[in-house]
């Protein structure tokens, strides 16, 4: 696949072709046959994300789960019979694109049934597509020897652009494809000797399509109507351009019609205006600190979204390397040939480094400008990254033809070795295949999405929740779906109702809120709304309790559980200023039979106030070796287990390697924290929005893995208090489905 000698064409200006690389451009021998090498490259991306998927571990399986199981949503109604007009299940006004990917892994829902794998096939393939579209416009262009640079970079790719690349997200990781056949149609159009009426269609349609598709393609839309401009100074207006913009007109035509009928929804992203978000105020910021600057951010998660730990922190200095150093390289050799020989005319036509170069700085200033900072904004840098990166490093070899055979040995070991050693983490060998029998959607975030997509920005209100609710979700969608599937859903109706309810309102406001709660879902509903008291309140403990009085007079079970819900996420809630000595010794007035949560709720605000200060499990271990004798008898055990609670939540987050020092805590403390971490354990296996086919058994193995059989017996035994207080919560069974009736 590779070739290690060769010039690379560029443009010798005065020409009004773009440059094509000659037949012998990739090096002193004949070239490998095309089609050879780009099958070769397409069968090792192919294999290596399958064998991605078959091992990768349940907690990495992608880098925005709650979008990508919606899209696998979407697929399923389209297989199984829409309920909902097909534009309803966009994940978002503005992301068109997943209807798209919807569509797609539909099809390979019908293939392989409603898997997590067959829900991962159609972003590979879209992936793949991009591969060989890149591929073709490099070989031309740029050379065969480039093009096979290229595509082992594309192989090799960081685990950033891994994830990604096997995400069905239908957004910025996607439009890669987009950007790709602009590339391979704006070069080829500008390089007929005839002009034709196909190309310049083809790429309007392109650009037209990507632009709904991910707002981000507008960028490529940018660097190729300026490279076009650049080529035909003064001639822009010929008659190419205006079937440019008939196609344009028609790819871009569903969204135009889709906003007519949304009154342009499509504009506002989040809470704002897409021109909201852009700003000077963002370049200052980013000025006064240099790390939050869009080229320093990037770099810094450039294999992994985060830089939290220092193997994370060295993996992306590795990766930030390994394509700057080429391309630094290339340039210094390029100023010292360009001092030291004559130099020609400058180049008269596009190149595709000048489109790549075009395209990056492009992209720098739009997110320097902007508050659009997450990891998936810089994905479709990656491609013209690696295309400089493998021009760079030809032209590396041919200004030093004595180090050709180095150069290129050192670099393709890096690639492997980097790739193959930053991808292992990743992988695990415990439940090999966890793909193929996961399933691929879930209700739990159908919901939501239809809500903030009929809402103004996103915003609901109670009246629209309870009109929705009712229809067409407890009127249509549920009586049709699965047991699995109506649980998913009553899950996260229950959670909206209990989020909206009237505190300390009229009873028949709270009754209608109440009457539309799923069968079977009455303690979840109790529970959450407490939660609901806690938001309304915060800090201010007493008057959460007092804002679910009046469900006392409806039911002493239903009251309790509020109260419950209250002491469970009030910690959570509350500002972390006062210490644990000052709590302990002005505790508030509690009814005798909530005791115990509510001092579990003051061990979690103790564990907060210790472990978000210094995350060191030995100085909270001193911590508690001076506070828990000083209390109570009666109460250290309820103070252990909030404390438990919080390890669950900052270890399991961060690396579950750690909770095996728990054991090292005093043996008198061990059985309380341990069963406080059970408790955090049955509550997130509880009210995940993942209720997978053996999900619980996996988050068990996971949050249990390095325990004695003595802590398991306690983890244990917390997970059982928890899950005690919504036994027969599911009692009355659910309508079953029409299918079944």
């Given at each position: 696949?590779?070739?290690?000698?060769?010039?690379?064409?560029?443009?010798?200006?005065?020409?009004?072709?773009?440059?094509?690389?000659?037949?012998?451009?990739?090096?002193?021998?004949?070239?490998?046959?095309?089609?050879?090498?780009?099958?070769?490259?397409?069968?090792?991306?192919?294999?290596?994300?399958?064998?991605?998927?078959?091992?990768?571990?349940?907690?990495?399986?992608?880098?925005?789960?709650?979008?990508?199981?919606?899209?696998?949503?979407?697929?399923?109604?389209?297989?199984?019979?829409?309920?909902?007009?097909?534009?309803?299940?966009?994940?978002?006004?503005?992301?068109?694109?997943?209807?798209?990917?919807?569509?797609?892994?539909?099809?390979?829902?019908?293939?392989?049934?409603?898997?997590?794998?067959?829900?991962?096939?159609?972003?590979?393939?879209?992936?793949?597509?991009?591969?060989?579209?890149?591929?073709?416009?490099?070989?031309?262009?740029?050379?065969?020897?480039?093009?096979?640079?290229?595509?082992?970079?594309?192989?090799?790719?960081?685990?950033?652009?891994?994830?990604?690349?096997?995400?069905?997200?239908?957004?910025?990781?996607?439009?890669?494809?987009?950007?790709?056949?602009?590339?391979?149609?704006?070069?080829?159009?500008?390089?007929?000797?005839?002009?034709?009426?196909?190309?310049?269609?083809?790429?309007?349609?392109?650009?037209?399509?990507?632009?709904?598709?991910?707002?981000?393609?507008?960028l490529t839309l940018l660097a190729t109507l300026g490279c076009w401009l650049?080529?035909?100074?003064?001639?822009?207006?010929?008659?190419?351009?205006?079937?440019?913009?008939?196609?344009?007109?028609?790819?871009?035509?569903?969204?135009?019609?889709?906003?007519?009928?949304?009154?342009?929804?499509?504009?506002?992203?989040?809470?704002?205006?897409?021109?909201?978000?852009?700003?000077?105020?963002?370049?200052?910021?980013?000025?006064?600190?240099?790390?939050?600057?869009?080229?320093?951010?990037?770099?810094?998660?450039?294999?992994?979204?985060?830089?939290?730990?220092?193997?994370?922190?060295?993996?992306?200095?590795?990766?930030?390397?390994?394509?700057?150093?080429?391309?630094?390289?290339?340039?210094?050799?390029?100023?010292?040939?360009?001092?030291?020989?004559?130099?020609?005319?400058?180049?008269?036509?596009?190149?595709?480094?000048?489109?790549?170069?075009?395209?990056?700085?492009?992209?720098?200033?739009?997110?320097?400008?902007?508050?659009?900072?997450?990891?998936?904004?810089?994905?479709?840098?990656?491609?013209?990254?690696?295309?400089?990166?493998?021009?760079?490093?030809?032209?590396?070899?041919?200004?030093?033809?004595?180090?050709?055979?180095?150069?290129?040995?050192?670099?393709?070991?890096?690639?492997?070795?980097?790739?193959?050693?930053?991808?292992?983490?990743?992988?695990?060998?415990?439940?090999?295949?966890?793909?193929?029998?996961?399933?691929?959607?879930?209700?739990?975030?159908?919901?939501?999405?239809?809500?903030?997509?009929?809402?103004?920005?996103?915003?609901?209100?109670?009246?629209?929740?309870?009109?929705?609710?009712?229809?067409?979700?407890?009127?249509?969608?549920?009586?049709?779906?699965?047991?699995?599937?109506?649980?998913?859903?009553?899950?996260?109706?229950?959670?909206?109702?209990?989020?909206?309810?009237?505190?300390?309102?009229?009873?028949?406001?709270?009754?209608?809120?109440?009457?539309?709660?799923?069968?079977?879902?009455?303690?979840?509903?109790?529970?959450?709304?407490?939660?609901?008291?806690?938001?309304?309140?915060?800090?201010?403990?007493?008057?959460?309790?007092?804002?679910?009085?009046?469900?006392?007079?409806?039911?002493?079970?239903?009251?309790?559980?509020?109260?419950?819900?209250?002491?469970?996420?009030?910690?959570?809630?509350?500002?972390?200023?006062?210490?644990?000595?000052?709590?302990?010794?002005?505790?508030?007035?509690?009814?005798?039979?909530?005791?115990?949560?509510?001092?579990?709720?003051?061990?979690?605000?103790?564990?907060?106030?210790?472990?978000?200060?210094?995350?060191?499990?030995?100085?909270?271990?001193?911590?508690?070796?001076?506070?828990?004798?000083?209390?109570?008898?009666?109460?250290?055990?309820?103070?252990?287990?909030?404390?438990?609670?919080?390890?669950?939540?900052?270890?399991?987050?961060?690396?579950?390697?750690l909770t095996a020092e728990l054991e090292r805590f005093p043996p008198a403390?061990?059985?309380?924290?341990?069963?406080?971490?059970?408790?955090?354990?049955?509550?997130?296996?509880?009210?995940?929005?993942?209720?997978?086919?053996?999900?619980?058994?996996?988050?068990?193995?996971?949050?249990?893995?390095?325990?004695?059989?003595?802590?398991?017996?306690?983890?244990?035994?917390?997970k059982a208090q928890f899950e005690a207080l919504f036994k027969g919560a599911?009692?009355?069974?659910?309508?079953?489905?029409?299918?079944?009736?």
């Open positions: 696949m590779m070739v290690s000698s060769g010039n690379v064409p560029v443009s010798t200006g005065g020409a009004r072709r773009v440059p094509v690389a000659p037949p012998n451009a990739t090096g002193d021998g004949p070239p490998l046959a095309i089609t050879g090498s780009l099958s070769g490259f397409l069968l090792l991306f192919v294999a290596s994300r399958l064998l991605y998927l078959v091992l990768i571990d349940p907690s990495h399986l992608s880098p925005d789960l709650d979008d990508e199981l919606h899209v696998g949503t979407m697929a399923h109604e389209l297989v199984t019979g829409p309920t909902l007009p097909f534009t309803e299940y966009r994940v978002s006004n503005w992301m068109l694109g997943t209807l798209v990917m919807g569509t797609l892994a539909a099809g390979f829902f019908l293939l392989f049934g409603p898997t997590l794998f067959a829900l991962k096939l159609a972003p590979l393939l879209v992936s793949t597509l991009t591969l060989v579209f890149w591929y073709r416009t490099i070989q031309r262009y740029a050379g065969e020897r480039v093009a096979g640079y290229f595509g082992l970079l594309f192989c090799f790719s960081p685990p950033l652009l891994t994830a990604y690349s096997v995400a069905a997200l239908g957004d910025h990781s996607q439009s890669i494809v987009f950007s790709a056949l602009t590339v391979f149609l704006l070069f080829r159009m500008l390089s007929e000797e005839k002009p034709s009426r196909a190309y310049p269609v083809l790429l309007g349609l392109t650009a037209g399509f990507g632009l709904w598709f991910a707002y981000i393609y507008g650049w080529r035909d100074k003064g001639k822009f207006w010929r008659p190419r351009a205006l079937w440019f913009a008939l196609g344009f007109v028609i790819g871009f035509s569903p969204w135009i019609l889709f906003n007519m009928q949304t009154h342009f929804a499509g504009l506002v992203i989040y809470d704002k205006t897409v021109w909201e978000h852009f700003g000077r105020a963002h370049l200052w910021d980013g000025l006064a600190h240099p790390r939050s600057l869009a080229p320093v951010e990037f770099l810094r998660t450039i294999a992994f979204d985060d830089d939290w730990t220092l193997y994370r922190r060295a993996v992306n200095l590795l990766y930030s390397l390994l394509y700057l150093v080429p391309i630094v390289t290339a340039g210094i050799l390029h100023l010292k040939t360009v001092q030291s020989e004559p130099t020609g005319p400058s180049p008269t036509e596009p190149t595709l480094v000048a489109f790549g170069m075009l395209y990056l700085v492009a992209l720098t200033l739009a997110v320097q400008f902007s508050d659009f900072r997450y990891a998936r904004y810089y994905v479709p840098t990656y491609p013209f990254l690696f295309f400089l990166t493998a021009y760079s490093l030809a032209r590396c070899q041919d200004l030093l033809p004595r180090a050709r055979g180095k150069i290129q040995t050192v670099f393709l070991a890096s690639v492997v070795v980097l790739g193959l050693g930053t991808h292992a983490p990743l992988l695990s060998l415990d439940q090999p295949g966890y793909v193929f029998s996961a399933k691929g959607y879930t209700y739990a975030f159908l919901p939501e999405r239809y809500l903030e997509n009929h809402a103004l920005a996103g915003k609901y209100d109670r009246e629209l929740l309870l009109e929705v609710v009712q229809r067409p979700f407890l009127s249509s969608i549920l009586p049709k779906l699965s047991a699995d599937d109506q649980g998913e859903l009553s899950r996260a109706l229950t959670r909206m109702l209990a989020r909206k309810a009237p505190l300390n309102g009229q009873a028949e406001d709270f009754a209608r809120t109440e009457r539309l709660v799923p069968p079977g879902f009455d303690k979840h509903f109790y529970y959450r709304l407490g939660r609901t008291a806690v938001r309304w309140h915060r800090s201010e403990l007493p008057k959460a309790v007092a804002a679910v009085e009046f469900v006392r007079h409806r039911s002493a079970t239903a009251h309790h559980l509020a109260l419950i819900g209250i002491y469970r996420a009030w910690p959570w809630f509350a500002a972390v200023d006062s210490s644990p000595e000052a709590l302990v010794t002005a505790p508030s007035p509690v009814a005798p039979e909530m005791q115990a949560h509510y001092w579990r709720a003051l061990g979690l605000l103790a564990g907060r106030y210790w472990y978000e200060k210094d995350q060191s499990l030995s100085r909270l271990n001193a911590h508690l070796q001076v506070f828990v004798p000083r209390l109570d008898s009666s109460v250290q055990r309820f103070v252990l287990q909030g404390v438990g609670q919080v390890l669950f939540t900052y270890l399991s987050a961060d690396n579950w390697a403390y061990q059985e309380g924290l341990l069963e406080g971490w059970g408790m955090a354990l049955g509550e997130d296996a509880l009210f995940s929005p993942y209720p997978w086919e053996g999900h619980e058994k996996l988050l068990w193995r996971a949050a249990t893995k390095g325990f004695t059989a003595r802590s398991l017996v306690s983890i244990q035994q917390g599911a009692a009355r069974a659910l309508e079953p489905p029409l299918n079944e009736r």
